[in-house]
């Protein structure tokens, strides 16, 4: 299988603010899109895990602002799973214009799985080959 | 117990949008705000039906933009219960400046309960004190 | 010129609510990307409208819910320019379920054209010829 | 002057997601909300810079989630100002629940000022005095 390449997406206006400029709270949701998009391609779907009874929420994330975007732009943004280990996860992100030839955005987030109750769940325990199957397309971690 | 008089709020900077005014989306977030805050007022918080297993959601919504709303300023909404009926209810709010001399908006919504498999339920039925107590708030309709 | 088909929409994560349905401030936002989309495909985009100093807010907005529309789903918005004056256009909007079949929202909006200074321009007189490309584009009205 | 204490605020239903919780891109929204709050009561208000041109974005921003925050739930967030340069700024943050014995988040966001141009502008040689009265509420920085 090939590597996820990009998220593409077009800035809303509504996304905007009076600075005329995405408003940075948009960034996150642009991010989740991504991962969002990117799990799906690798067959492993949110609504899978929803499916098995765990939600994945956001540990913590890290966002430097670069370039501001503004409506009418499209953007790509390129993920990256940095590292997966048997209860967390850690991406990474490059948020591009259009022609990916400038640097919007960079970002990184970790995650971990959550039961029903929001107790802590091992991937790895409790569905080894989806846990395999997510390490393999972890990539080394680089600096940011 | 008193008519309910009016919600209060800031504008908050991430509402706006590069027209460098309240985007209009965040009108109907504006009234959800009212409209929980005037059902705790009256004894009726959106907590309590959703512990008996319901959720409230909108049916229809009419709003008109009268005057823009800007970042920095405060709005005053004045909600009515407009009617009350076993299986839904509506909504009017006038959406005021600080002074209250200047209408900004003006909303109607109508909703209903639903019970936790998106089945609709009668008030009345399940709850008649509750529903008395609805009523009892409800105020003549007047035409927008 | 073909007439305008629909517009696609895959369903954001972060616009479900705790109903674990589209929380309905979102279908506002929805209507405003169909709108841009559907100016930007007849050569009138946005940006276009900015450039020659004027802005276009939203003057009244309503819509019916008649079916949640859920995180994984995508839609289709079926827009329509009802009527088009010097200084007013109507929009209506139909939002479909990916098959076309099932109906889960139908919306009208008006609009009007504002300098910079939020006065009301007739785009009949400041750009005859853009409003009668508007107005070739306008479709009879229909009752919602 | 005291020091400020902290930013009030109840949760809004529609800033859950269907996890049931406040989704993760609000936090953003709620520290701005903070910032602009606490420069108020400081004497520094928002609108004062743009009165003077300025605007002032986010460069980076790190949250660490620790607790989910529900609907119904009251919150408090203390900022700092935790260092002033004459190009930047740092914030600190924590969010608390209603009685500030659980910490639901921490937080940290770096700012400049900008020209309308969008080019990078010293407080301190544009303002002096509004520089200097920046700089006395500095506190030490903290390590999160």
Redesign the interface.
């Known amino acids: 299988m090939e590597k996820y390449s990009y998220y593409e997406r077009k800035v809303?206006?509504?996304e905007?603010?009076?600075?005329?400029?995405v408003?940075?709270?948009?960034y996150?949701?642009y991010l989740?899109?991504t991962r969002?998009d990117m799990l799906k391609y690798y067959g492993m779907?949110?609504?899978m895990f929803e499916d098995m009874g765990y939600?994945i929420?956001?540990?913590?994330?890290?966002?430097?602002?670069k370039e501001?975007i503004r409506?009418?732009e499209t953007i790509k943004i390129v993920p990256k799973i940095e590292k997966v280990t048997p209860v967390k996860f850690y991406f990474a992100y490059t948020i591009y214009d259009e022609t990916m030839t400038k640097v919007k955005h960079i970002a990184k987030s970790s995650h971990c799985f959550l039961d029903s109750n929001?107790n802590p769940v091992s991937l790895k325990k409790v569905a080894p080959e989806l846990y395999a199957k997510f390490v393999s397309f972890a990539e080394p971690e680089k600096e940011v």
């Not at 929420?57 to 602002?65: A, I, K, M, R, T």
Request: glycine share 6%; net charge negative.
């Open positions: 809303n206006y509504y905007t603010d009076k600075m005329s400029v408003h940075h709270s948009n996150a949701r989740e899109e969002i779907p949110l609504e939600v929420p956001v540990l913590d994330l890290y966002g430097q602002f501001s409506f009418g929001f």
